[in-house]
């Protein structure tokens, strides 16, 4: 008996002949377009720093603000892993309401990843997501010394000195930079805040917190930076 030839696989073998041709005739720039390219870019792509112009000058021109400076690592242009410096303070008396003079200077720090949101992840421009895990400890100076006693009429004052107090708190940012000459950035960036435990002694509630702000408006926060990729 004559085997049959199987016309499936006939049909098969054409057709794979006949894509292989057509391939072969295309144009070389038509047939990068099927090609998948291996990304050739090294994981590490080294870091940035940068420093916060916002919060310097908002301590310039009111009585509290910060000095505040990133180190940002670059994997891949993909992942920013950052730690965030600064130093906070405060020097400030509620006229309006309580007339109580308000003190305070001290270190705090945020540790967080940004991602690169963008499909081209490899150009200079990039817009970003990300989150901080953030604490400072500091101390507090609280007085008012023109006071009556309501009962004996007599001058009277209040004063406490170095409330020692501590706050750890999360912070959800979106941001992004743009390469303004070679290396040089600027970028901003926008926080949620949401404190996540406390402590500050008899005072209730701290009026400022270094690298936190204010506690009645503090929920949103903004950064301006000058970042140099290295």
């Not at 291996?38 to 112009?53: A, C, E, H, N, Y």
């Not at 990843?113 to 500091?138: C, E, I, M, P, W």
């Not at 406390?198 to 936190?212: A, C, F, K, R």
């Not at 929920?219 to 301006?224: D, N, P, Q, R, Y």
Request: charged fraction near 20%; include cysteine.
């Amino acid at each position: 008996m004559i085997p049959r030839p199987n016309i499936s696989t006939s049909i098969s073998r054409s057709v794979v002949s006949i894509v292989v041709l057509l391939l072969a005739a295309m144009p070389v720039d038509a047939q990068k377009l099927f090609k998948l390219e291996k990304d050739t870019i090294p994981l590490m792509r080294g870091f940035q720093v940068s420093f916060d112009l916002a919060g310097a000058a908002q301590l310039v021109l009111s009585d509290y603000g910060q000095y505040e400076g990133a180190l940002r690592l670059n994997i891949h242009d993909q992942w920013f892993p950052i730690v965030e410096l600064g130093y906070g303070k405060a020097n400030h008396v509620d006229d309006e309401v309580t007339g109580l003079s308000y003190k305070t200077a001290a270190p705090y720090f945020r540790v967080g990843v940004d991602f690169n949101l963008l499909n081209k992840k490899h150009q200079a421009n990039r817009l970003f997501a990300g989150f901080r895990y953030a604490h400072t400890s500091y101390k507090v100076d609280v007085w008012r010394h023109d006071l009556q006693d309501p009962v004996w009429k007599a001058p009277a004052f209040y004063e406490v000195h170095d409330v020692a107090c501590y706050q750890h708190w999360a912070e959800i940012v979106f941001g992004l930079d743009a390469q303004i000459w070679g290396p040089a950035h600027l970028g901003w960036s926008v926080r949620y805040r949401q404190r996540l435990s406390h402590g500050e002694g008899d005072l209730g509630n701290s009026w400022y917190v270094p690298g936190y702000g204010t506690q009645d408006t503090s929920k949103l926060g903004a950064t301006f930076n000058v970042i140099i990729d290295i």
